[in-house]
C-alpha cells in the first residue's frame, strides 16, 4: 500500500518561508511524478507544483518564482520550498503522486494534508 506522509507545516508570518516534505513509503522512483496539490477554504484544488523522475518540473502560475520543489531519490522523500509567503498561501497542502503523469491528469496516490497558515 502507497503511503505519503507529509510533514512541516505550521503557521509563518507574511514574507516567511516554510519547506513541506513527504516520505514515501517505498521508491519515489517508480512513480513518473510526484508533486504538491493545494486546497484553501472556500476553493477548488490547485496544482503547485510536480517534478517528474527526469527532474521536470511544473509550478501553478501563482507560486512560479516563490516555490520550488525538489526531489532526494535516496530518501524517498519530495520537498516544497516555500518563500515569499502570501496570506493567499494558506491551505491543506497535499503531497501526490502518479504512475503516469501528464498534465492535466489526477494523481493516483495522495497523502493525508499539511496546514499551512500564512498570518501575521
Known amino acids: 500500500q502507497v503511503q505519503l506522509v507529509e510533514s512541516g507545516g505550521g503557521l509563518v508570518q507574511p514574507g516567511g518561508s516554510l519547506r513541506l516534505s513527504c516520505a514515501a513509503s517505498?521508491?519515489?522512483?517508480?512513480?513518473?511524478?510526484m508533486g504538491w496539490y493545494r486546497r484553501a477554504p472556500g476553493k477548488h484544488r490547485e496544482l503547485v507544483a510536480a517534478i517528474t523522475r527526469g527532474g521536470g518540473t511544473n509550478y501553478g502560475d501563482s507560486v512560479k518564482g516563490r516555490f520550488t520543489i525538489s526531489r532526494d531519490n535516496a530518501k524517498n522523500t519530495v520537498y516544497l520550498q516555500m518563500n515569499s509567503l502570501k496570506p493567499e498561501d494558506t491551505a491543506v497542502y497535499y503531497c501526490?503522486?502518479?504512475?503516469?503523469?501528464?498534465?492535466?491528469?489526477?494523481?493516483?496516490?495522495w497523502g493525508q494534508g499539511t496546514q499551512v497558515t500564512v498570518s501575521s
Open positions: 501526490s503522486a502518479w504512475r503516469i503523469y501528464y498534465s492535466g491528469r489526477t494523481p493516483d496516490y
Open positions: 517505498g521508491s519515489i522512483f517508480s512513480y513518473d511524478a
